[in-house]
């Protein structure tokens, strides 16, 4: 029984296995409409399977995945993936085309905007991240902080109703990352429905709204920052934390 939810993204026990390896033990979260969860857990825990399998690049093996509190399993997976914004650790620019024709390939092709009307929107995106006067450069002359840039700016182009992050810092220059999280910061603040897989503990504190702890492809805590943060309950959030703090 689901009831309507407008704009949220739910997971309902959900387990998936890479032949004996259970990765995802019964995986539960819920993210409202216009909120940030951040997902945070050693290294191997499943964050980045359970957002393949949030947005269907990966089929569970049991559990639900909903937006709006409706089941998406029954609908195609390529519907969902326009709904879901996805930016990854490696951005995944096409090198040969201009950072403009990044921004712009997806909206012909599965938008099918003309040409012109495609191009005027990713201009309008690029100047939304800053980089409108980029736009006509390949993206092996922009640094990495930039790139990423081009990529948020990719995904947010397709107007998804929400948007994944899988460490979209890690791979950056320590210089870089603080322009990539204040652009993330902005997106959150400004209504953004995001789940935010990242090793940034300053981001996961200070902008999300909940924190999902995992640990062996389960959830060992979730809750609000400032709980997680400051009176973790568990032996595995506690040691993660000394770790990474
Ligand atoms: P995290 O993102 O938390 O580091 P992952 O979701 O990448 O963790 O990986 C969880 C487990 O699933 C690991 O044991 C990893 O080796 C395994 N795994 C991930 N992707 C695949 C795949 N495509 N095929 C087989 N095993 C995989
Ligand atoms: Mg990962």
Redesign the pocket.
Known sequence: MSKFDPGSLTAKGVHLS??S?H?LRGIDLHVPQGTTASVI??????????LRVMNRLIEPDAGDILLDGKSVLQDSPDELRRRIGMVFQQFNLFPHKTVVENVAFALRRLRKLPKDQARAKALEQLDMVGLKHKADVRPGNLSGGQQQRVAIARALAMEPEVMFFDEATSALDPELVKGVLALMTDLSKGGMTMVV?THEMGFSRNVSDTVTF?DGGVVVETGPPDQLFTEPRTDRLKGFLSDVL
Do not use: E
Request: charged share 5%; no cysteine.
């Open positions: 890479f032949g390896n990765v857990g050693p290294s191997g825990s499943g964050k980045s399977t359970l897989v995992m």
